[in-house]
């Protein structure tokens, strides 16, 4: 058998099929789109808390509290703010999530599904309310 030669049961004419499933043929479920945000908005939370803390250096160098001001009331500050508030939510009712998983609770299919399906929707409302409270 040489190297082009068609596995044994397999016919030269049957398409080869992939080994291990990738992105382009594996759709990802809910429950994992879900963990893999719940990463990401913890590393864009340590990112922003990095920003924030800039910020905070630029106003107490004496560039003054009228500059982040400007920079935060203006058109991409309010949506940076409302995206933060989100990614705050997000990671928050995730890692609940996570913690209840961690205490053995909510394995059950329908539970994961009804809990994946809650932490986008919790991370909403939470950011309305944030937000309209924030004025």
């Given at each position: ?33 879900i ?30 509290w ?70």
């Open positions: 058998m040489n190297d082009h030669s068609p596995p044994e049961g397999m016919s030269a004419q049957s398409p080869r099929r992939v080994l291990s499933p990738h992105l382009q043929v594996y759709r990802l479920p809910l429950n994992a789109w963990s893999l945000l719940h990463r990401i908005t913890g590393l864009l939370w340590c990112l922003g808390l990095l920003g924030a803390t800039g910020l905070l250096w630029v106003v107490a160098a004496g560039q003054g009228p500059a982040a001001q400007a920079a935060l009331g203006s058109p991409w500050g309010r949506v940076a703010s409302i995206l933060a508030i989100y990614a705050l939510w997000f990671h928050w009712a995730s890692g609940l999530r996570h913690l209840l998983f961690d205490f053995g609770f909510g394995f059950a299919a329908p539970v994961v599904r009804v809990g994946a399906w809650a932490v986008p929707w919790v991370a909403l409302l939470g950011t309305g309310l944030l937000w309209s409270w924030m004025g």
